[in-house]
């Protein structure tokens, strides 16, 4: 099939896919999620995750985080660095120390292969959540700029540990880099991301938009995105992580209406459907029957892991526990860096192919229910909400 006519298929099939979530009163994502499963090799076999699908889908999720930063407040994720730290902390301790012991104690699996697994579970992607959150309306929420917080602390401490534990426990082959040298490029990149949003990201834009051409400002906005991204990946953070940052330094300057505008439509028009598809595209249920009951078992480990601890963690900083539920709820989708993770396990011998293809199910699953949690938990706090609200006008009549 030609990446012309896969292209065609993937954009009909989502927005569909979206409109009949929309219409069954589910996140648009869900139904965007669906189409990859459905059409992807785990039913219809329509689509596969070829080199065309990945590269647009990495793109797609680029200009996601990037739409999250231009269209997030910074004075709220300052505001909420504590409370984010803490929900990141046992959004990560909860679920790999739960999925260690069951592997270890359950499935009897070594240890170094229970850690590893763990971790996997310990990631967290809020690209599917940051979907949720727009269409809700609760992006500039104290719940919205914890759960951003949050899940960039928690992309740092999973590559920290990632490093400590393939130190440790990898092949003796492995030339991964030495753990000292790891934490300081990741601490390089924070200041890096610092000194260009504050002082060269302004210039730059103010620069570009003098040029004698056409969409200036808009593309003067994708350099600094893929840019920052390029960035990111040379200091061994995720992309989406620098694309996140480019957003936000664009969000402190006098173009951020205007390129909210230019950008969206880029990103929704056709990247942003095809990074949905890819995740669905990534099941296969050839030869997992036989490890049914293991990979429930992480499921609703990496489900109730994130859900506990994100919103123990916010009910600590005197959220309510609705509030604090929609913290957990947006912990809860695994994406890029629970499969980097994976990956790193597999080259270092700790687990198997049977074993990382049951994680890649696993990422998969818990990223398509994550938005339904999410959104039951919106619904409840709006119904508290108004409820609230109607009691105070009785009072007041």
């Given amino acids: 099939m030609s990446i012309l006519l896969q292209l065609v298929i993937i954009l009909i099939l989502t927005k569909l896919g979206a409109h009949l979530s929309s219409v069954l009163n589910f996140p648009s994502v869900i139904g965007e999620l669906l189409v990859g499963v459905i059409a992807g090799p785990a039913v219809l076999n329509i689509l596969n995750g070829t080199t065309f699908v990945q590269y647009f889908s990495e793109i797609g999720v680029i200009v996601l985080m990037f739409i999250a930063g231009l269209e ?3 004075s709220l994720l300052i505001k909420y660095w504590k409370p984010a730290m803490t929900v990141a902390t046992l959004g990560v301790v909860f679920p790999t120390i739960s999925a260690a012991l069951l592997c270890a104690l359950v499935f009897n699996f070594p240890w170094t292969t229970s850690i590893f697994i763990g971790l996997v579970l310990s990631a967290t992607s809020v690209s599917i959540s940051v979907q949720v959150l727009k269409e809700m309306g609760r992006m500039n929420t104290r719940e919205g700029a914890i759960i951003l917080g949050a899940a960039v602390a928690d992309d740092i401490m999973c590559v920290i540990l990632l490093g400590l534990c393939v130190a440790f426990f990898g092949s003796s082959g492995s030339s991964e880099q030495p753990v000292w040298l790891m934490i300081s490029t990741k601490l390089l990149f924070f200041v890096i991301m610092l000194v260009l949003g504050k002082w060269f990201v302004p210039k730059f834009m103010s620069f570009f938009s003098k040029l004698n051409t056409s969409e200036n400002e808009a593309t003067g906005a994708v350099i600094l995105c893929f840019g920052f991204a390029a960035i990111a990946v040379a200091l061994g953070m995720s992309d989406v992580l620098g694309a996140y940052f480019a957003g936000i330094a664009l969000s402190e300057t006098k173009f951020k ?23 669905g595209l990534n099941i296969s249920f050839k030869g997992l029957q036989n490890d049914i009951i293991f990979i429930v078992s992480l499921i609703i480990i990496a489900i109730i892991g994130k859900q506990v601890g994100g919103a123990l963690g916010a009910k600590v900083f005197h959220l309510s526990w609705n509030e604090s539920n929609i913290v957990g709820a947006g912990m809860v989708s695994r994406g890029e860096m629970a499969l980097v993770v994976a990956n790193v396990a597999l080259g270092a011998k700790l687990i198997d192919q049977n074993h990382y293809t049951a994680m890649i199910v696993v990422t998969v699953v818990t990223t398509i229910i994550a938005p339904l949690i999410l959104k039951l938990f919106i619904q409840r706090a709006k119904k508290e909400n108004e409820i609230v609200s109607n009691n105070i006008n009785e009072v007041k009549i």
């Avoid at 209406?257 to 995740?279: D, H, M, R, W």
Wanted: charged share 15%; aromatic share 16%.
């Fill in 257 to 279: 209406e205007s390129l909210a505008l230019k950008i969206e439509p880029i990103g929704y028009a056709i990247f942003i459907p095809v990074f949905f598809v890819s995740i």
């Fill in 72 to 74: 997030g407040d910074l």
